[in-house]
């Protein structure tokens, strides 16, 4: 990402904007105005732009009360939606939440959680966190916070945060109900803890490592080097990098894992803008797996720094794209945060592969660019490998070289009205509960020889969703996994929920295909 300078004399072009757009026509222009109080350009400060003006004539004597902070941030805003889709203001109050995933960290406790029977329930304690410190476990219930109850009260996960992030080293107390129905007091200090942008990695087989990046933070290149480090020393021959559902990130961390892959002085991706001269970013010598086998993992949600990553590797012909048609966002933002910590996210340059290519995809007037997901649907792209290759106009996005299309085995619409449905993760986690520990002492036996009743399903369906008489047997095998992918996450860690996903996926089962080749 990167972000640019507004400056004060562009800002007149909201002139129009603000205060005249209810006008019918010359003849009826002045019809309403208060005589006595046009504004002379004497009475202001010569530094003072036609917005800065306007927006204070406007708190001052509109006919009803004004809020500063709102009419600036709408004023913005305004002026935004006119340049392109990824400009962007941000608010100071949503600033932080925003740009933790880039920083790579936040203050907190440390633990994983979920609304469980409307309780605030513990599901994973990160290793080494002031939680596991302290002796919180996965199945305690925080029954309250710095003295505010917090159960049975319809809490909201976005309740749970603000009340349970905060400032590195500031206190925290909780009352924790313990399985044992035992309550214990708890005084914690907030840590700093990390997000993963690395939250998988495993080998597939016995040459094929797998690693999963899901965004590119400030850490991505450590985690990135510390997961591919172990992987080779399981000697994997070959790399699946799965970018799918990866939004991108920073700019310099996209090149840092490109360069992982490249010989040295390889073009990654150039940037220019109208105020931006070429910039041009090369590899460097010694990646850490220049040679091996590499297949990048894409989708139509990958977007940014990992387009950039997919188009160096395509372009320099050092590895394969599979998947289906990216995103398409070819333009890179600037941040300038403002004095009431706000932030303003301006493009101001465009990035292209190393072969010249822009893969923005078209945006403007004409264009419904927020529901380009849903046109890929209806056009049969994500579906047909043809519909990738007209040739009538510019798409945008990186195409890749072996396509897959969407899995439509995933799950049907009963299956994913279901297990979208908190009766769903509540019946999961109840499992859990009566069945606490698993005797498979990892993921692959797991994933080998976990096994539940179809009765046990057909129960909770009949209970909870007796609209519907029957579920076919694909349906409860559907279930059943979804129920094990689950479980995953509570009797070993998040990584296992990915990992395990691999074993069922059909474009990792295609990569492995052609790796093989």
Partial sequence: MIKLILKNNSRSVILGLLLFSGFFSGATYWIGIHQGKNLSPNIHNNKSSNIDIILEHLLNNYVDTLEKIELSENSINTILKNLDPHSSFIPSRKRQRLNESLVGHFGGIGIRFMIYNDTLTVVDVIAGGPSETVNIEKRDRIINIDGENVAGINLKNEDVLKKLKGIVGSPVKLSIL?????????????????????PAYSMLNNETGYIKISSFSNSTDVEFRNALKNLLLKNAKNLVLDLRFNGGGYLHQAINIADEFLKENQLIVYTEGAHSERRSFYSKSNGLFEDGKLIILVNSSTASASEIVSGAIQDNGRGKILGRRTFGKGLVQQPLVLPDSSELRITISRYYTPSGKCIQKPYGDSINYENDLFNRIE?????????????????????????????????????????????????CFNYYERFPYTKHSDIHKFYRGFKIKNKELEEFLKSNYSETKTYDKSTIEDLKWSLKIELSSYYFSDQARYILSTYKDNDVEKALKALSN
């Fill in 178 to 198: 313990k399985p044992n129905k035992n309550i214990e007091v708890k005084n914690i200090i907030r840590g700093n803890i990390p997000l993963k942008s690395v």
């Fill in 379 to 427: 056009s049969g792209e994500l579906t047909n490998h043809d519909s990738l290759f007209e040739k009538s106009k510019f798409k945008g996005g990186i195409i890749p070289d072996l396509y897959s299309p969407i899995d439509t085995l995933n799950y049907n619409d009963q299956v994913n009205r279901i297990i979208y449905d908190r009766k769903w993760r509540n019946f």
